[in-house]
């Protein structure tokens, strides 16, 4: 037996997000930058609540910061507009505030616009919440938001998807459906990147997010937050995390992750805090462990985390 989740509504395609009529009584989550992008306008939400402080890796204080900003304010609709940070942020607030969520990423890869989980830091930690609360009403997927991206965020989000979907497809926890749908996401995702061709990377991400946000991640994103803990960002620390990950595993997409690594031309990454002591608070992290195929100990760990940093 085995149960699909995802959000109610799902819509893709180009300009998607532009021609969507949203309430007037919406509050915006998002990260500074978007006005300038000229993303409100795009939208048509000039009038809409603003809450434009979502940084990289939030916390969940922000959670608390937001709803005593608004708690008093007309709202009926949370939209989460940005890369993952600014959807964890915005599914989690609206859940609290028990708010309409539409999400809508401008960065393609983490999958969080139809996923159950929000990622925040706590205790200066990251951490991952899973919760039926947070799926979106309405996720809107438009590649429109790709177009002007910069490479470096082009490549760390695409890397981000192409881990969650080999991932996923290895996940202990996954079936016929995730299968499916990680296998067709990792092609979409591999002919996207050796092409550049940035609709399949969008539509790859979505998919990939609809296959692991069934199952889940496993082994590399485990080994991946002592990184991030240390400033690389989530899809820079996959990029290898990853990659040992699939080898130890024995994973059918080990050499093909590789070469993507290579052809996104990644900078090695090296862990600062000790290793035994970074293998502890991994091993801590049974919401993906638990789900790797292989039994992963101690010992493993820190030899992956050594492997890593040569
Ligand atoms: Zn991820």
């Keep these: 037996m085995f149960t699909i989740k995802q959000p109610n509504k799902i819509i893709f395609g180009c300009n998607s997000a532009n021609e969507y009529t949203y309430s007037k009584k919406s509050l915006v989550i998002t990260s500074n ?28 204080e922000t959670i608390d910061t937001i709803q005593s900003e608004f708690s008093n304010s007309e709202i009926d609709t949370v ?17 609290k505030m028990q708010k309409k969520k539409i ?16 990622v925040l830091k706590v205790n200066g930690l990251k951490k991952s919440f899973h919760d039926d609360e947070f799926f979106a009403d309405v996720a809107i997927v438009d590649s429109h938001f790709i177009e002007d991206s910069p490479i470096d965020i082009i490549k760390n989000s695409a890397i981000d998807a192409v881990a969650q979907c080999s991932e996923g497809f290895d996940s202990k926890n996954g079936n016929q459906y995730t299968k499916f749908m990680c296998e067709h996401a990792f092609q979409l995702l591999e002919n996207g990147i050796m092409n550049m061709d940035k609709e399949k990377i969008v539509l790859g ?29 989530h899809g820079h620390a996959l990029s290898y995390t990853t990659a040992v990950a699939h080898d130890f595993n024995d994973s059918k997409f080990s050499s093909r992750f590789k070469k993507l ?42 030899a992956l985390i050594k492997k890593i940093s040569n």
């Design 79 to 95: 939209i989460g507009l940005g890369g993952g940070s600014s959807l964890d942020v915005a599914k989690y607030v609206a859940s």
């Design 261 to 302: 690594v290579e052809k996104l031309d990644f900078s090695k990454i090296k862990l600062k805090m000790n290793i035994e002591d970074a293998a502890e608070v991994i091993l801590t992290d049974k919401k993906h462990l638990d789900n790797n195929p292989k039994i992963v100990s101690k010992g493993d760990i820190i």
């Design 33 to 60: 930058g978007s006005e300038k992008r000229g993303w409100f306008d795009y939208l048509g939400i000039n009038n809409s609540y603003i809450f434009d402080d979502v940084i990289p890796n939030p916390s969940i």
């Design 205 to 233: 991400s979505l998919i990939s997010g609809l296959g692991f946000g069934n199952c889940s991640t496993t082994l590399g994103h485990a080994l991946s937050y002592v990184f991030s803990n240390e400033g690389y960002s």
């Design 103 to 118: 999400l809508i990423p401008t960065t393609f890869g983490s999958g969080s616009e139809v996923t159950r989980i929000s």
